[in-house]
């Protein structure tokens, strides 16, 4: 059985979104990032004290997108997790990338914008993570220029994970209208039914 400790407004979302794409049955316990994930009985499950944590059997993960590459692995179907190491590598480029080029910079946007109370935000700093996410975008466009989806015309483990990180966006409202490419794939990725069904997670 797999258990998967974590919630909606957190990166366990990504690993959520991972097993309702693989219609793998799961348990969900939903700990929060306030506090829950610091307590001894969690710290025995995730040292580092963060959400998202996954238990398959006598395993135990943690890292979301590393997770998330496992339960691919493990689980997807060809295609979605590719059949050859070469097509496999572009699954981990892309998730690589998503989680070290783009992650950081929508984490200091939503600090600087949703989280910090407002007499500490410093609007050059949001407006400098903005400018820096110009080229990462810039990269996705010119990429989904040439194909449906990150790996070609199927969906696939790299689309959920970079889709995932972009996530973040969506809170702080993030216009990606000057990337149609982007925003087009992006409106693809959620419109998944397994997406959907992060609506009704707790
Ligand atoms: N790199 C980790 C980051 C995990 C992380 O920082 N999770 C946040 C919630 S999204 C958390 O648990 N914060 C609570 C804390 O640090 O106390 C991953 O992708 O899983």
């Known amino acids: 059985m797999i258990t998967l400790y974590g919630t909606a407004q957190s990166r366990a979302a990504r690993c959520a979104w991972m097993l309702e794409e693989l219609g793998v049955a799961y348990r969900h316990v939903p700990t929060s990032f306030k506090g829950e994930c610091r307590t001894p009985e969690f710290l025995a499950i995730n040292p580092?004290?963060?959400?998202?944590a996954l238990r398959d059997g006598d395993e135990i993960y943690w890292e979301s997108l590393a997770i998330n590459l496992y339960l691919a692995e493990k689980y997807g179907k060809p295609g979605f997790w590719p059949a050859t190491a070469e097509a496999r590598g572009h699954v981990y480029q892309w998730s690589f990338w998503a989680i070290?080029?783009?992650?950081?910079?929508?984490?200091?946007?939503?600090?600087?914008?949703?989280?910090l109370p407002e007499d500490r935000r410093d609007p050059k700093v949001a407006e400098n993570a903005r400018n820096k996410l110009d080229t990462p975008c810039r990269i996705l466009e010119e990429r989904l220029a040439k194909s449906a989806y990150l790996l070609g015309d199927a969906f696939s483990a790299a689309d959920l994970n970079v889709a995932s990180v972009f996530r973040l966006g969506s809170v702080i409202k993030l216009d990606l209208s000057a990337y149609p490419q982007l925003s087009r794939w992006l409106a693809e990725c959620r419109a998944r039914p397994s997406h959907g069904k992060l609506k009704a997670m707790p």
């Open 48 to 52: 580092n004290g963060h959400i998202p």
């Open 100 to 115: 070290t080029e783009v992650e950081p910079l929508l984490i200091t946007l939503l600090t600087q914008l949703v989280f």
